[in-house]
């Protein structure tokens, strides 16, 4: 069983600068893979990014170059920097651990940007 939660949201102007954690705990962290969804109004959610239990990194068309996802296993901690926000990244932000068998979210954080 895992438990995820979600911070760092909040309000920020175009063009500025965010950062999101997800907190883990419960079973090994390390094993899974883990991402960041978000979920705009009247929008189906969508995968911004995830980074494997190795290391590696993907990332939506739409974030590449803006947003940069990180994990600590040590802490048990991922990490999205989001910048040069627009205000098409307004959404509620979730955590997402999976492996072959089971997926965990997190309750998600708002990230709204507009002026």
């Known amino acids: 069983q895992v438990q995820l939660v979600e911070s760092g949201g909040g309000l920020v102007q175009p063009g500025g600068s965010l950062r999101l954690s997800c907190a883990a705990s419960?079973?090994?962290?390390?094993?899974?893979?883990m991402g960041w969804y978000r979920q705009a109004p009247g929008n189906e959610r969508e995968l911004v990014a995830f980074?494997?239990?190795?290391?590696?990194?993907s990332y939506a068309d739409s974030v590449k170059g803006r947003f940069t996802i990180s994990r600590d296993n040590a802490k048990k901690t991922v990490s999205l920097q989001m910048n040069s926000l627009k205000p098409e990244d307004t959404g509620v932000y979730y955590c997402?651990?999976?492996?072959?068998?089971?997926?965990?979210w997190g309750k998600g954080t708002l990230v709204t940007v507009s002026s």
């Open positions: 997402k651990a999976w492996n072959s068998r089971v997926n965990y």
């Open positions: 419960g079973s090994i962290f390390s094993s899974y893979a």
């Open positions: 980074i494997t239990s190795g290391g590696s990194s």
